[in-house]
């Protein structure tokens, strides 16, 4: 699965084509499908991103639910419901669909989050308060990273 690093800010045209950071387009060049996938926080005011695999792993641990129960159709439907694949171009672009650019308030600019696994896409002002508020929440609760069992 791709490692996610950094924050990078891009800016996005009137088509809504935005330049995917290099270094995500590195991490993603093994994976099947050259693209991404995106779909609308549930969390906060931005996109959520992946990659293939990590979504092929998603539906996975979505087997855990009863089929048919509330759970997971509720899940499945924001999840995979409202998701988009998105290939990236020949400039490695991709273009963000109307209803997640309102959906994350973008307007000219974009900021790509890595996170790891995942990433995110916020508006930049919205992700300098996110970043602020995140960092005050590590802080205040002393987060830190948890060990592996049996590792250190």
Request: net charge negative.
């Amino acid at each position: 699965m791709a490692l996610f690093l950094s924050t990078y800010t891009n800016k996005i045209d009137k088509k809504g084509r935005v330049s995917v950071p290099a270094p995500f387009r590195a991490a993603l060049a093994e994976q099947l499908h050259q693209g991404i996938i995106l779909f609308s926080s549930n969390q906060h005011e931005c996109l959520e991103g992946f990659d293939w695999a990590k979504m092929d792993e998603i539906g996975s641990r979505m087997d855990h639910f009863d089929l048919f129960s509330e759970d997971q159709d509720d899940l499945a439907t924001t999840i995979f419901g409202e998701s988009v694949q998105l290939l990236f171009d020949s400039e490695g672009r991709v273009t963000l669909p109307p209803h997640l650019v309102r959906a994350a308030n973008i307007e000219s600019q974009v900021t790509f989050v890595g996170l790891g696994r995942k990433f995110q896409i916020w508006s930049p002002e919205m992700f300098e308060r996110r970043k602020s508020q995140a960092r005050g929440a590590v802080q205040d609760r002393n987060l830190t990273v948890p060990n592996i069992k049996g590792g250190s």
